[in-house]
């Protein structure tokens, strides 16, 4: 539920990866998805060049312990010195805390990637503001791209392009940032289109060999509401669009 971690020092300006455009790939003779608006360079927000707090020191809320070798670290590596599995969030990823029970004055805190520990399936997250936390994937929203299709009220919106910043568990909506004209607002994940290069949870699957598993999104099928996946077992299969959170 998210313990502190200390002695990790502070984020250096990771690279962005998985934000790439999905550029003209197609699935079953269907057309190319068009690229996203938004496009992610390499990261360099203002509180990820150097200005994190320290380490916080000392465990609290966690039910593993810290995942070691966190300083000398290389980017793309995971926490204990492996590269970074293809259905893991890269280092540099920006993160939404979200669904902590215990220690629930982290919710809604920003953050970002550090690493990935492959043994208990954690990510190390340094916490803008200062601090870091291991977290399991359900409890981190990735802040992505993407391209609004199939609202029925607000057809206005389709075809439009915003940025995730948070999602509600609850709902089963996402929180959308918007540009020109400058909004926010609560969409079904079925109308939010993912890039291809998003990591995402799979969820309310049928599988069980499926259900929960971390996945890359490989693929868009727009035409099918479908995305093409790899999940962390090394299946590749369609799943429809509301079976995902990135």
């Known amino acids: 539920q998210g313990f502190q971690m200390g002695g990790f020092g502070p984020g250096q300006g990771f690279p962005m990866g998985g934000f790439g455009p999905a550029d003209g790939f197609t699935m079953g003779g269907f057309p190319p998805f068009p690229p996203f608006g938004f496009p992610m360079p390499p990261m360099q927000a203002p509180w990820a060049a150097g200005q994190f707090a320290g380490p916080s020191g000392g465990g609290s809320s966690g039910s593993a312990g810290p995942a070691g070798g966190g300083r000398g670290r290389r980017p793309g590596s995971s926490a204990r010195g492996q590269p970074t599995p293809a259905h893991a969030m890269p280092v540099g990823t920006r993160v939404v805390v979200r669904g902590l029970e215990r220690t629930p004055e982290h919710n809604g805190r920003h953050g970002m990637v550090a690493g ?8 190390e997250v340094q916490i803008q503001g200062g601090g870091m936390l291991s977290l399991r994937p359900k409890n981190l929203t990735q802040q992505c ?7 029925q009220k607000k057809q206005d919106l389709n075809g ?3 940025e995730i910043v948070g999602y509600d568990e609850q709902s089963g909506r996402y929180t959308v940032n918007f540009q020109q004209p400058s909004t926010t607002l609560g969409l079904q994940r079925k109308n939010c289109l993912l890039q291809a290069g998003t990591r995402v949870c799979l969820i309310e699957l049928a599988s069980e060999r499926h259900n929960g598993q971390m996945a890359l999104i490989t693929g868009v099928d727009r035409h099918a509401g479908r995305y093409m996946v790899q999940c962390q077992n090394g299946d590749e299969i ?6 995902v959170v990135c």
């Open 145 to 151: 791209s993407t391209q609004i299709a199939g609202v």
């Open 116 to 123: 990935f520990d492959r043994t208990s399936a954690r990510y």
């Open 238 to 243: 369609k799943v429809k669009l509301d079976k």
């Open 160 to 162: 439009r392009t915003g």
